[in-house]
């Protein structure tokens, strides 16, 4: 029963930090999530007929308002949950990830027409906050 109160609550902040998200760019928040996928898919190394390794460190740069409102709103967990979301995408691809997955959200340190702007690496032992600083 605690599970389901879990992903019930789980899946209500995802709706709500994708709401923002839409409200503050105008844009479908599924575009970042495809995005991130796409990126993941894109990277994807086929080391043999069952083991395909792909990136595991990602990094999502926001324009700095959007990141801005989303940190002043408890966006805090957005990285959390795109962490979530792409694992259940490895899993789904059968992938293998290059190490620990973290996906970070930062605000762009250039300014940008784009309303995000997606990376990746394979990282050993990777947290979020181990990422290098921006420049």
Sequence with gaps: MARGRLTRWERSLE??????LSKARGREPVELLDALRRECDAHAVVCSERRVVVPNAY??????KVHE???????????QALTDDLARHGERNGYEW????????TPTPRPSDDPYRVS????PHVRADDFPAAD
Aim: no cysteine; charged share 25%; hydrophobic share 45%.
């Design 15 to 20: 709706r709500w930090q994708s709401a923002l």
């Design 59 to 64: 990094e999502v740069e926001l324009d700095a």
């Design 69 to 79: 409102e989303l940190m002043r709103h408890g966006g805090a967990d957005v990285g």
């Design 98 to 105: 290059a190490g620990p997955l973290a996906v970070r959200v």
């Design 120 to 123: 990746s690496g394979p990282m």
